[in-house]
């Protein structure tokens, strides 16, 4: 996943749009992002913990 500091600044924009559209779409990022801090930190002894917040407050699956 690509760092906020790598989005141009109309694709940052852009993201926080879709974000405020979709609390879903918002979930699902933060998600992803926490999962990337965890790979590029190495505290995957920290991967039970995540894996159970998910399981408890994922979006569901987007269908269409």
């Known amino acids: ?26 979930r699902a990022r933060e998600i992803a992002q926490r999962f ?7 505290t995957g002894h920290l991967l039970p913990v995540w894996i159970s917040e998910v399981e408890r407050g994922a979006p569901q699956p987007i269908r269409g």
Request: proline content about 3%; charged content about 30%.
């Open 1 to 26: 996943m690509r760092g906020s500091v790598s989005l141009s600044d109309g694709d940052e924009v852009r993201l926080s749009e879709v974000c405020l559209a979709c609390p879903d779409m918002a």
């Open 36 to 42: 990337t801090a965890l790979v590029r930190e190495r």
